[in-house]
Every structure is written in structure tokens, then in C-alpha cells.
């Protein structure tokens, strides 16, 4: 497979994970609700996105576009360090964003925090023991919040979000630049959406474990 190819199956799936952080940060807000109306319905949530034909054929895709996105992302990476390409270290310091010259390890910083979001909440979700909520739901809601008093863990979480805002600030612009919907008149704005989108998504995500953390420091 040639780079550009690479390239545009790599920005197509990263749009795609963009999409679908917006799906589940917007889900996972049921998480500032009050502690027993979060429970139910959290809970409600997350047992639709497990039992719906449709969101399974959806997270199928989910599943193929992270390992996709990574494993191309891996290719380009080498192959531009072994060219000498945009993401090997260098003097470019005053042409580029240090985020844009470290995308490989901000997305391998990610990718290990996703291995470790998956065995912390899936992983227990679908084989794990857990108790049944008052509606006869799996309670991955008690798992979250258990998860979460454990301060070691939530700076993780807020680390992984950091590097994950400034890969999605360079990943989104680039995206657009690479399936050929970018345009030199629109580029501030470009790059306006891209900040914001990524600032506000990633605070979202960042805010729900130092909610919960907080919250439960006397439980």
C-alpha cells in the first residue's frame, strides 16, 4: 500500500474516532448527574451500547479504525524517520508545533491508555463479575466510580487526555488537508474547529475522573 493510501486511511479513521469521541463524552456526561440517578441511568446507557444489533455492527467499525489508525500510524511513522520525514526529531522547532513533530509518541501515549480504559471498564463489563443495579443492569457505573477513587489512576487519565488533545489539534487539520477538503482561505478556521473540538472533548473526558474523584473523597 503506497503512503498517500496510507495516509488517507489514516485520516478517514481518525475522523471517524473524532465522531465518536463526541458520541461517548456526550454519553458519558450522565456522570455529573447525582449519584443514584447516574447509576440507573448510566447504566441504561451502557447496557444499550452492548445489546443494540446496530451500535455492535458500530463498534465493530470503532474497533477495526483503532487498530487500523494505529497500525498505519506506525508505518508512516517508521517510514518517515527513516526518510527523514515530518515526525523525526529535528531543528524545525520555528516551522512547526512540537505536537506535530511527536505525533507518534503522543498516539502511542494514547494507544497505551486505550489498552488500559479497555481492561478497566470492558474488559470487567463483558467478562468480569459485577453487580446488577435496581433496573437489572450490569452496575459498570459502581465499577467507574471505584475505579476513580484511586488518585494514581486518575492522573493517568487526565495525562492520557493532554496528549490526546494536542494529537487531535494536529491529527483533525491534518485529516482535512489530506482527504483534500482543505483550502488555504479556510485554514485559521480549520485550525480554530480543530482546538476547540479537541480542547473541549478532552476537558470533558479529563473532568469526569477529577469529578468523581472529588466527590467521593469522604465515601
Known amino acids: 500500500m503506497s503512503t498517500l493510501l496510507r495516509k488517507i486511511v489514516m485520516a478517514a479513521t481518525g475522523l471517524f474516532l473524532c465522531f465518536f469521541l463526541l458520541i461517548h463524552c456526550l454519553g458519558n456526561t450522565q456522570l455529573f448527574m447525582e449519584p443514584e440517578q447516574a447509576r440507573l441511568s448510566f447504566n441504561a446507557y451502557s447496557h444499550f451500547l452492548t445489546g443494540n444489533p446496530l451500535v455492535k455492527?458500530?463498534?465493530?467499525?470503532?474497533?477495526?479504525?483503532?487498530?487500523?489508525?494505529?497500525?498505519?500510524?506506525?508505518?508512516?511513522?517508521?517510514?518517515?524517520?527513516?526518510?527523514?520525514?515530518?515526525?523525526?526529531?529535528?531543528?524545525?522547532g520555528r516551522a512547526s508545533k512540537w505536537y506535530s513533530r511527536n505525533m507518534g509518541v503522543l498516539g502511542t501515549v494514547v494507544l497505551i491508555f486505550l489498552v488500559l480504559h479497555f481492561q478497566n471498564f470492558w474488559y470487567v463489563y463483558k467478562f468480569g463479575e459485577i453487580g446488577i443495579d435496581a433496573n437489572g443492569n450490569k452496575d459498570l457505573y459502581t465499577v467507574v466510580v471505584t475505579a476513580f477513587q484511586q488518585l494514581w489512576l486518575v492522573i493517568i487519565y487526565v495525562t492520557a487526555m493532554i496528549a490526546l488533545c494536542y494529537h487531535l489539534i494536529h491529527g483533525i487539520a491534518s485529516s482535512v488537508r489530506t482527504l483534500g477538503l482543505f483550502h488555504p482561505k479556510f485554514v485559521r478556521w480549520v485550525h480554530a474547529f480543530g482546538v476547540a473540538y479537541s480542547v473541549l472533548i478532552c476537558g470533558g473526558f479529563a473532568a469526569m475522573p477529577v469529578f468523581i474523584y472529588i466527590t467521593n473523597l469522604n465515601s
Open 57 to 92: 455492527l458500530i463498534s465493530y467499525v470503532l474497533y477495526t479504525s483503532i487498530i487500523g489508525h494505529a497500525v498505519y500510524a506506525l508505518l508512516i511513522t517508521a517510514k518517515n524517520k527513516t526518510a527523514g520525514g515530518i515526525y523525526k526529531k529535528d531543528n524545525r
